[in-house]
């Protein structure tokens, strides 16, 4: 690692000098603008909008619009007169418990390396922030720029965690937050079941960039002259349940799948009944004694058709039988009637 500032920390009247490394990188693939015929780069020329000359990075300023097409330009003198008190020094305020300082404030990270004969001063800092369970609140100006920042212990050594202001943190408006939304204690205690069955501990090196890993693959693939191996289709996210019940139920039961554990039986398992269980059995109970009537009524209705039906069937049995018969006694006196004339 290169070190990008070098200065002291100044805590107290102990004076720490220390150098500054960049504590992240971002691992996002980068390209160039070329041309798509024969791969050439693209450049782009700084040039005024005015005069229409290109411009060398000697002669540009930087300028203020105020509006109305007026511009107010500050040169490197301007800036140089700016008070930044801590220039060259990272300046501890006060010190405060870590949960007190919102994650939303931090933006930067760099690590602090002792430099020279500061290592005893660095680690004794360093272990007076571990013993006491703080952070401290310093300033410090990077780039031309005083930002307020925080120190604390990351693997033995400190890390500096530059702050956005205040002022920086936008207020969230959204018209959701002045409606009287309810949601129902069944509801609550499902949601926190379904956060229970997905607890777990937080293992960072577990989780990759699934996108950036295929894109690699598209890289390599086009530089070996391979064809380009189809990444496994993601799961499509499930549509919107109607049922709000219905979708963290089947997601509890979806999470306990996921981590091998057999389903509740019946919805309820075994253990004292909880709100969940004791709504399902009721909402149950309720349903099977609907069913039931409409059961009976149809097997009654069906009991009716069937007596109905057999006078018919035996009225349509003997009508039968007679039919039958019929032909019988015609065959009987056609034989007789011979013997009569002899």
């Known amino acids: ?11 107290g009247l102990v004076s720490i000098g220390v150098r500054l490394y960049s504590a992240t990188e971002e691992k996002d693939i980068r390209f160039h603008q070329v041309h798509r015929e024969d791969g050439g780069r693209i450049r782009y020329k700084r040039t005024c909008s005015v005069c229409g000359e290109e411009v060398t990075y000697d002669d540009i300023a930087k300028g203020y619009d105020i509006g109305g097409g007026e511009m107010v330009i500050l040169t ?129 090196d577990v989780f990759t960039d699934d996108y950036r890993a295929a894109l690699q693959e598209v890289i390599d693939a086009k530089v070996e002259g391979r ?29 306990k799948a996921a981590r091998g554990e057999q389903p509740a039986r019946g919805g309820g398992g075994g253990g004292e009944p909880t709100p969940i269980s004791s709504a399902r059995s009721a909402q149950k109970a309720a349903e099977k004694k609907a069913a039931k009537a409409p059961a009976k009524k149809t097997t009654a209705k069906k009991t009716a058709e069937k007596k109905a039906a057999e006078p018919a069937k035996k009225t349509t049995a003997k009508k039968t039988t007679a039919k039958k018969a019929e032909p019988a006694k015609k065959t009987t006196a056609k034989k007789a009637a011979p013997r009569k004339s002899a």
């Not at 690692?1 to 805590?11: L, Q, T």
């Not at 660095?122 to 990077?142: P, T, W």
């Open 76 to 204: 490197d003198e301007d800036f140089a007169d700016l008070p930044l008190t801590s220039s060259r020094a990272i300046d501890v305020l006060e010190f405060v418990p870590a949960e007190q300082v919102d994650p939303i404030l931090y933006n930067k990270a760099y690590f602090l390396e002792p430099e020279g004969a500061a290592t005893k001063p660095y680690v004794l800092l360093r272990d007076a922030l571990i013993d006491s369970e703080r952070v401290a609140i310093v300033k410090v100006a990077l780039r031309q720029r005083e930002q307020l920042a925080t120190l604390r212990v990351r693997e033995g050594v400190l890390l500096l965690n530059t702050m956005l202001w205040p002022d920086e943190i936008r207020t969230p408006d959204f018209g959701f937050l002045d409606e009287d939304l309810k949601v129902r204690p069944p509801e609550l205690a499902m949601a926190s079941s379904l956060i229970d069955s997905m607890t777990g501990e937080f293992e960072p």
């Open 1 to 11: 690692m290169r070190a990008i500032w070098k200065g002291a920390v100044s805590f």
């Open 227 to 255: 064809e380009v191996v189809q990444p496994e289709e993601v799961e499509e996210a499930p549509a919107a349940a109607v049922d709000l019940m219905a979708a963290l139920k089947a997601s509890v039961e979806r999470a």
